[in-house]
């Protein structure tokens, strides 16, 4: 299984779209950024959709970007051509008009973490963990991935987090302020993402939509990486 994202909508109109590369530990290549692409196109030209959870299938919600078929890729073009693609992913989520909730299990690494920013709000199970390894390994974060960031824990924080590339526990992640609450597993954080999800969708949409609007102003071509980005660099000598 290449890359394939699952669609599911309830009778509330919440549509529920779960990473599924299990035995890749749902990292995105570009066949499933790609679906995701056009699952979210799908959800925002929907309107019986009016809430969206994202989770992924299996132990672990996302390991991020697919580091062997990013390294495969063709040269330093390729690499942007899927580093852009994250971008555009992390982008269309972010500024999707429905209420977006994320439930994370495991791992939300890179790109993947990425996708649970671009979200709403989040909910945590207790083995989540939370990690930008990108920096210390020589690679560039997507922009989209680091504006979220910022917007979300400040940018004094966020520096922290990109240039250590630590490792954050669920606890570590509410206290800083990316989760709304930490759930015991993996079934309870994804029950109460579709709870969050169901309740926003059955309320009025216009005050829900203002009240995003507000929170989560649109971002432009800044999420877009420049003409001249490299997906990796050298160290200096």
Known sequence: MTGTVLRRADAAGVATLRLARPESRNALNTDLLRRLSDELDAVADDPAVRGVVLCGEGAVFCAGADLKEFRGAAG??????????????????????????????GAAFGAGWGLALACDLTYAAADATFSLPELPAGL??????????????????????????????????????????????????????????????????????????????????????????????????
Do not use: F, M
């Open 76 to 105: 330093e073009q390729g690499a942007l051509r899927r580093i852009r693609l994250v971008s555009r992913v992390v982008g269309r989520l972010r500024n999707l008009e429905r209420p977006t909730v994320c439930a994370v299990s």
């Open 140 to 237: 560039r974060l997507p922009p989209a991935i680091l504006h979220r960031l910022a917007e979300v824990v400040g940018p004094v924080r966020a520096a922290e987090i990109a240039y250590s590339g630590d490792v954050y526990t669920a606890e570590q992640a509410l206290a800083w302020g990316w989760v709304g609450r930490v759930l015991p597993d993996s079934a309870s954080a994804e029950e109460r993402a579709r709870e969050v999800a169901g309740a926003l969708a059955r309320a009025p949409g216009t005050p829900v939509v203002h009240a995003k609007q507000v929170l989560r102003p649109r971002a432009g071509g800044l999420l877009t990486p420049p003409p001249e980005y490299a997906w990796n660099e050298e160290p200096s000598q």
